[in-house]
C-alpha cells in the first residue's frame, strides 16, 4: 500500500507518500491545494491531518486551512479515492508520545526514534548527505505530515509505530 499523507495548510500544504513499512518515498512542503488534489489521484490511499477545536479563538490562516480540507474531501468523494480524514493533531500526539499536550519537538523524537539508525551523523536516523539515513531531507511541515501517516498505517496494523506497540 502506498499512502499520501498531507498536512494541509491556508495554501496547500504539506506532502509526504509512505510505502506501508514506513518507508518515505517522497515528501514536499508548500504544495498547491490543485496540486494535492491531482496528487490524491494516484495513490492507493490518502489521508488527511483535520483541524479540531481546541477552544481558542482562530484566526484567518484556520479557516483557509478549513476550506482547503473541504475542497480535498470533496476532490475524494467526486473521484472517489481512498480517503482517510479522521486523524486530528491531539489524536496523533497521543499515538506516538502518549500525550495530546506534546510539543512539535516530541512528535519529531519519537518518529526518529521509529526508524533504524542506518545514516551517519549526530542523528544516524537523519544522517547526512554523504551518509543519509531513513528519514534524510524531511523538514518542517514534513515532521507533521510524516507523523499523520505513521499513525494511519499504524491504525491499519501496518509501519514502524504497529510493530512498537505489539506485545
Not at 59 to 67: L, W
Not at 110 to 133: M, N, R, S
Amino acid at each position: 500500500m502506498i499512502v499520501l499523507c498531507i498536512d494541509p495548510d491556508p495554501n496547500g500544504g504539506t506532502w509526504v507518500e509512505l510505502r506501508d513499512n514506513g518507508e518515505v518515498l517522497y515528501h514536499e512542503r508548500n504544495a498547491t491545494v490543485e496540486s494535492l488534489a491531482r496528487l490524491m489521484l494516484a495513490r492507493e490511499f490518502n489521508v488527511i491531518e483535520d483541524v479540531q477545536a481546541m477552544g481558542m479563538p482562530v484566526g484567518r490562516s484556520i479557516f483557509e486551512t478549513v476550506k482547503n480540507i473541504g475542497y480535498l474531501k470533496a476532490y475524494a468523494a467526486v473521484y472517489k479515492t481512498n480517503f482517510d480524514d479522521t486523524l486530528t493533531r491531539p489524536a496523533i500526539k497521543t499515538a506516538l508520545c502518549g500525550s495530546a499536550r506534546a510539543k512539535d519537538g516530541n512528535v519529531r523524537q519519537a518518529i526518529i526514534d521509529l526508524y533504524p539508525a542506518t545514516g551517519g551523523g549526530k542523528t544516524p536516523q537523519i544522517g547526512t548527505k554523504a551518509q543519509p539515513g531513513p528519514l534524510y531531507g524531511i523538514a518542517a511541515d514534513e515532521w507533521a505530515a510524516l507523523a499523520l501517516g505513521l499513525v494511519f498505517l499504524s491504525k491499519q496494523g501496518l509501519g514502524p509505530l504497529a510493530k512498537r506497540d505489539r506485545p
